[in-house]
């Protein structure tokens, strides 16, 4: 998603299950810059599902995650710091 080699101050991977009931996502801050606005688009959800982050209990909705994206401003600014969400599909 989000490359080493972009020059940019953070990388991100993604993984989704083939039957996009499931997404993993990694991101590291690779140097610490004045906080950034940092949204992140995911990509390859069923955009009419539902997605309960696993961590929070939040619950997004497949579009909203892959167009407007997940805002983690201040959630990942200092050198080599990192975080990972889960997200699992649910019914609403």
Do not use: H
């Not at 069923?46 to 619950?59: C, L, R, V």
């Not at 200092?78 to 969400?85: F, G, H, L, N």
């Amino acid at each position: 998603m989000l490359s080493p080699f972009d020059k940019g101050s953070k990388v991100a991977w993604e993984f989704v299950s083939e039957d996009k009931s499931q997404c993993l996502l990694t991101v590291v801050c690779l140097e610490q810059r004045i906080p950034e606005n940092f949204i992140l688009k995911l990509k390859g959800l069923d955009e009419n599902a539902y997605y309960k982050d696993e961590e929070n209990g939040k619950i997004y909705s497949g579009a909203l995650l892959m167009k407007v994206g997940l805002n983690l401003n201040n959630q990942i600014n200092y050198t080599y710091s990192s975080k990972k969400w889960f997200f699992t599909k649910v019914e609403k």
